[in-house]
């Protein structure tokens, strides 16, 4: 069974930034596309970042020049740097990976900007 563990979130005031972190229990080699995605109080949960096996990366245009995925192989870690930090991007974040056969996710971890 894949786990997902994220960390990192907590509460931020405007403008600040974090780290998200996912690690996996297996080699995330073995997922073809790993990312994240985020679900505000009352609304869907909606695709933040993500990052293919091969590395191509692609964003939710809200996040575009403040957040960066990026992947550490050898550590099976997923992470999501997150800079300018606004209310709008409170929310639940959650990890997931991608195989051929179905997706997993992890807990979540919440994010909390204050304005």
């Known amino acids: 069974q894949v786990q997902l563990v994220e960390s990192g979130g907590g509460l931020v005031q405007a403008g600040g930034s974090l780290r998200l972190s996912c690690a996996a229990s297996?080699?995330?080699?073995?997922?073809?596309?790993m990312g994240w995605h985020r679900q505000a109080p009352g609304k869907q949960r909606e695709l933040v970042a993500a990052?293919?096996?091969?590395?191509?990366?692609n964003y939710a245009d809200s996040v575009k020049g403040r957040f960066t995925i990026s992947r550490d192989n050898a550590k099976n870690t997923v992470y999501l740097q997150m800079y300018s930090l606004k209310p709008e991007d409170t929310a639940v974040y959650y990890c997931?990976?991608?195989?051929?056969?179905?997706?997993?996710w992890g807990q979540g971890t919440q994010v909390t900007v204050s304005s």
């Open positions: 297996h080699s995330i080699f073995s997922f073809n596309a």
């Open positions: 990052i293919s096996s091969g590395g191509l990366t």
């Open positions: 997931r990976a991608t195989s051929l056969v179905r997706d997993y």
